[in-house]
């Protein structure tokens, strides 16, 4: 006879697969301090995609800092709120900024209407709280449409001239006009076209019987309103409790969604106006978004220098300068055989950043100069530190006529798995900023969305030939991490070179792998 109890694991298990099939479910929540196992995460959240149940979800203790551990400018980029946020975005997951914002999000999101996207006409009673909606709500990435000439003239003949027909709208109630239920309706009818995505009316509910009598014809029009477009509409106060119970109540039957907090409301608006855009991504290439279970940790590491790993690294496609390794005296008779002007650099597993330690010479014009350049990084890095061997150098090709340096890292996060870095490169990149990060495996509809974020390629207007070589090149690097899963704990390409003939070249690499 079997043993038939469940124990809590499986007990919990049992109750998600049951719930995740539950027809009633129409959006799940999600509040983590940290995962288990990456791998089912993946799967269940995917799950969700395909059924069209949006999953929202807050991290709890995320931090900004880097292991103590990390070795690469990439790895010091990929910090903890950047990694969850690049898992969100893989799996669909909207991500929310607080508790409640997530409430209110998960209400937005199991509405029978969904928001296409993050396109807003937003009313409410004070010019005040108008012009604090639209600086918050911009600041929170929501647009507000400007009304075109016929909703401006279809609108004004219910709105006295004093109201600017502006968006966020000023919808002052105690003026006559616009406290009747059919200007609400019809009024507010007039700027719900296909350039906005919601209607959101803020109010701070009065407690006074009298006033609210005047106020509640204006949300009987906005029901009707609901009832007979396409878009949401959603009532929400400025103050946290600026709804009463009962009013929620009365008004969530008759089909309205009702948020509470200007903050929480704003970030609720914009974090659901994002999940149709994030299911599409992931539909459009679903096969690379499910996450492997990561490896174990490793337990020690071994750096290879620049020449081996860009050899690593060549193997799997990616483009390096043509270059001679060995000693002063064999790399200074080989110069004129590559043909000037060179990059001279120590070889040295043992030294990370050379340019830290003067271990660089670039745009060395003879053979000459080339000498000076080797003492000259003797004598640094003897002088930076004496322990370092200084008897092995690389001289590579410079690459002609640069256009702008990228960067493309991949480093390993316990119970993430690798996470790739791609941003504008060079020696500052941490102070640049400009960068995006993924989780391996990743598909090339991935790659490019995430050269496409960043703010170098806006500014190069990068052609689409040029588009192409960058993605073949982040492609090569995630092909050797994703061959080399067990050992791979870093590496760093800081630049690859983009010309101006459009080619792309790695003109420097380090790899970090695991011992054994």
């Known amino acids: 006879m079997c043993d038939q109890r469940l124990y809590p694991k499986d007990l919990e298990r049992t109750r998600r697969d049951r719930n995740k099939d539950d027809p009633r479910v129409r959006a799940i929540g999600l509040y983590l301090e940290g995962i288990v196992d990456v791998a089912a995460l993946s799967r269940a959240a995917l799950r969700a995609i395909d059924k069209g149940i949006p999953v929202v979800a807050l991290k709890a203790g995320g931090t900004e800092e880097s292991s103590e551990l990390t070795r690469s400018h990439s790895g010091t980029l990929a910090v903890a709120n ?6 969100f975005r893989r799996l669909g997951i909207v991500e929310a900024i607080s508790p409640k914002a997530l409430i209110e999000t998960l209400k937005l999101l199991g509405s029978p209407k969904l928001p296409e996207g993050n396109r807003v006409v937003a009313t409410a009673n004070s010019g005040g709280y108008a012009a604090m909606i639209g600086e918050k709500g911009r600041a929170a ?14 609108l004004r003949a219910d709105v006295p001239n004093l109201v600017s027909l502006l968006n966020p709208l000023d919808w002052n109630l105690p003026w006559a006009s616009m406290a009747q239920s059919e200007t609400s309706d019809v009024g507010l009818g007039h700027l719900m076209t296909d350039k906005v995505d919601l209607l959101v009316y803020f109010i701070d509910w009065p407690r006074q019987k009298d006033v609210a009598n005047v106020w509640w014809p204006t949300l009987e029009g906005l029901i009707r309103l609901n009832a007979r477009i396409a878009q949401l509409v959603l009532v929400a106060s400025v103050l946290p409790d600026g709804l009463p ?3 929620r109540r009365q008004l969530t039957e008759a089909g309205l969604i009702c948020l509470q907090g200007l903050d929480d409301a704003l ?5 659901a106006g994002k999940y149709n855009s994030l299911r599409r991504a992931v539909l459009a290439d679903r096969e690379n978004r499910e996450l492997p279970t990561p490896q174990p940790a ?30 002063a005296e064999h790399v200074i008779a080989q110069a004129e055989t590559l043909g000037f002007p060179l990059a ?36 640094s890095v003897r002088a930076y530190d004496p322990a370092l061997s200084t008897d092995r150098f690389l001289i590579e090709r410079m690459v002609a006529s640069p256009r702008a340096e990228f960067i493309v890292g991949v480093s390993y996060k316990p119970g993430l798995g690798h996470a790739l870095v791609i941003g504008r490169g060079g020696t500052a990149v941490e102070e640049l900023k400009d960068y995006a990060t993924l989780l391996l495996p990743a598909g090339h509809a991935q790659f ?69």
């Open 82 to 87: 950047e990694l969850w946020s690049a898992l």
């Open 141 to 154: 990435e929501l647009e507000f449409p400007a009304p075109d000439d016929a909703a401006q003239q279809a």
């Open 245 to 247: 119970s009962e009013l």
């Open 267 to 271: 970030a609720a608006i914009a974090a």
């Open 298 to 327: 490793p337990v020690s590491v071994t750096q290879l220098d620049e020449a081996e790993g860009k050899a690593a690294l060549a193997s799997c496609g990616l483009t390096t300068p043509v270059g001679v390794t060995g000693s």
């Open 344 to 379: 001279v650099k120590l070889l040295s597993a043992d030294l990370a950043h050379k340019n830290n330690a003067g271990a660089v010479h670039l745009n060395v014009e003879n053979k000459p100069a080339l000498e000076d350049a080797i003492e000259a990084i003797r004598m």
């Open 448 to 516: 490019e969305d995430a050269l496409a974020s960043l703010k170098i390629s806006g500014k190069l207007k990068l052609s689409d030939a040029e588009r192409t070589v960058l993605v073949t090149q982040i492609q090569a690097i995630a092909t050797f991490a994703e061959g080399h899963r067990s050992s791979l704990v870093e590496l760093d390409v800081n630049p690859i070179i983009l010309d101006t003939e459009g080619r792309a070249t790695a003109v420097d690499a380090l790899l970090w792998l695991a011992r054994g």
